[in-house]
Structure formats: C-alpha cells, structure tokens
C-alpha cells in the first residue's frame, strides 16, 4: 500500500510571496526525491491548477479544488474544506485546511508551516485586515493542526510567548535554505546590466517599514564611511521614494542608491554575487531569507545582533548591536572580509532542502 503525502501549493498557482513560492517549490521537489520506499507525494492546488512550468517533477497527483487562492482562503480560514479529503497533508505555508479530524483513527494528518511573526510582533506595519486574518489563522492552528513547522528556535521561542500553551506543545524546529540549486549564473554581467545596477555595491533588503531595519543599515554605511553605491532588494511596489528618503536622512545621496523590489533567484545570486557585503539591520523573528542567500554565494554579511541571525549565521556573519553596525561594516569590508567569505561558503553548506524533507518526512511518520 502506498503513502502519499499531499503538498498544499497553492503559491505556485496564485503566489503571495516568491520566497514563499520558492520555498514551496524546493521543499517539494526535495520530498519527492527523499520519499520513502512506499511514499509518494502529491499536491492540494486552488483552481485553476498548476501551471506546466511550476518546477516539480515526479507528482504522484493533484487535488484541483474549485476555488480560485482568494476564495480558497477566505473558505479555509473559517473551517470550510470541501473537496479535500483525508491523509497526510503539508503546508509549506500557515494556509491549510484545518478542520476537526482524527488523527489516530483516520490516518489524517495536517502540518503547517510559520515563516514569520509579523502579525504580532508589528501589527501596525501590515493592513488590519491581514493582521487579524493571521491572527485567526493561528488560533485555528492551535486548534486543528497536528503539528507547527518553525524554521529556528528562536522563533519556537518567540512564538511561545505570543501564543497559547497548546499549539507550543505542536511546534517542530525545521530549518530553510535558499531556493534549490541557488548559486551565481554564468550571466552575471548581463543580469547587472538589465538591472540597470553597477558593478560594486553594498546590498541591503527592505522596505519604508520601520521594523525592515533600512534606516539602521543606511546609517551604518555612512559610518562606515562606503561611498559606492547601495543596492536595496525587496523593496515594495511603490515604496521606492520612502526608501530614498531614508537613506538621505541617513546621509547617504539619493544618486548613490538603486531600490529595486522582489527579483527571482538568479537575479538575485547576481546581484549579491557583485555585492561587496550583505548588511541588513532587521531585528524581527522571520526567516532571513535574503542574509541565507548571501551566505549561498559567499560574500561577507553583516547583521544586527538577534537570536535569529546568531541561530542562523552563527560565526559565519558579522553581528553587532545596531549602534555598532557601522564600525562592523567598516571590518567586513576590510580586514574581515576574505575571512567572513570563507565562513559564509562553508556555513551555507548546512542548509538544503533535502535534509528539511528527511526531516519532515520523519516528522509525518512520527504523528
């Protein structure tokens, strides 16, 4: 008899995020790859399906469900889960269809997955709306879900102390990587060149949101006294201007700053690659998505001192209070760097997406 394990991957239909988009991609392909001997997997999808270029081969089926991601939200997120039927089933996001079941006596099992804490730790930088649908999202969790897949234990921690006592006890420490097979394309100079970007700068990621850290970091490059140029990753639509109006409040010039928004993973390894250092003054409990990024192409990183970049970075990044970015950025940049480089290469090592699906396979058998 066979076990199929079906993947929610309503972000390679309807993406809300392209690292939650990558992660989902990534994370299936390597459980695919790793399934057990009479194991197979296949995926929970919204209308209309997936596309033929989603990026995973080898799905054993698909559950097409009638409803467009929107709706399909909206219906979960109140309990309502037609057309979904039992067994194993894994989100690799917070969107599941958590209902009431039997776990023991049905074999129906549902894990999610938690990136991010922002719904409690800034609820005043997200729309209201959002706020309050994570927030009852996670009491429904607390409820229904069989198990919580945090990235590190900093935030099993922090959730701990924003969450009830019950869905603590559900909470399993499963680390990310950066999106599979993430490493410098041959094309590098030409990705720079329709990017409009230089070819030396530091890289920051963020946006106006004051909890992304960007007045921090762009006051640590002036201290560190950088005058090249700074490229800022991930900036929102529309968020452009804030972002030049924070580094020029930092005393960096408007000319000297290229804000750029959500690029896909090899225009992203092209422009850390030429990156001289990744700085990022986030202090929030999410997954560091891009600081994971620049430790896969091996450059030097300088973050804020916080338990999730000690958990994740360790000795591989430069960490320091936010009022000794600058003096931190200034060694990276010098005496530290071929070091800090060497360190990042053979930390990013420890991060792949095939352990993450050893793990979570085992995690499933576990239940």
Do not use: Y
Request: aromatic share 4%; proline share 6%.
């Amino acid at each position: 008899m066979t076990v199929t394990l079906r993947v929610v991957l309503d972000q390679l239909v309807a993406p809300t995020s392209r690292d939650l988009a990558e992660a989902s991609v990534s994370l299936t392909q390597a459980l695919i790859d790793t399934a057990p001997r009479g194991c197979d997997v296949a995926s929970i999808v919204p209308a209309p399906g997936l596309p033929d270029d989603a990026g995973v081969t080898g799905l054993s089926a698909e559950t097409r469900l009638p409803m467009r991601r929107r709706e399909l939200a909206a219906s979960w997120q109140l309990g309502v889960a037609p057309g979904v039927g039992k067994g194993l089933i894994h989100s690799p996001t917070a969107l599941a269809p958590l209902v009431r079941h039997d776990r023991v006596n049905e074999t129906h099992q549902i894990v999610v997955t938690l990136w991010d804490l922002r719904a409690w730790e800034t609820p005043e930088e997200l729309p209201r709306a959002e706020a309050l649908a994570a927030r009852a999202l996670l009491s429904r969790v607390a409820k229904h879900a069989d198990a919580v897949v945090v990235p590190t234990h900093a935030m099993a921690a922090r959730l701990g102390e924003v969450a009830k006592s019950k869905l603590v006890a559900k909470v399993r420490v499963i680390g990310g990587a950066p999106a599979a097979g993430m490493r410098v394309p041959s094309d590098v100079v030409g990705r720079l060149r329709a990017l409009e970007l230089p070819t030396s700068f530091l890289a920051l990621a963020g946006g106006r949101a004051p909890s992304d850290g960007l007045a921090d970091a762009f006051a640590a490059v002036t201290a560190a006294g950088w005058a090249g140029d700074v490229v800022v990753l991930d900036v929102p639509e529309g968020e452009e201007p804030a972002v030049l109006e924070i580094a020029v409040a930092a005393g960096v010039s408007e000319e000297r700053v290229h804000a750029r928004g959500s690029l896909d993973q090899w225009d992203r390894a092209a422009v850390l690659s030429h990156a001289a250092a990744f700085l990022t003054g986030c202090a929030r409990t999410d997954w560091p998505w891009r600081a994971v990024d620049a430790l896969a192409v091996g450059i030097p990183i300088v973050a804020v001192d916080t338990p999730v970049h000690r958990e994740v970075l360790a000795d591989a990044a430069a960490l320091a209070p936010t009022d000794a970015l600058g003096g931190a950025l200034e060694k990276a940049l010098g005496e530290d760097g071929a070091r800090l480089r060497v360190l990042a290469g053979d930390r990013a090592k420890g991060f792949a997406w095939a352990a993450c699906a050893d793990r979570i396979w085992a995690l499933h058998a576990e239940l």
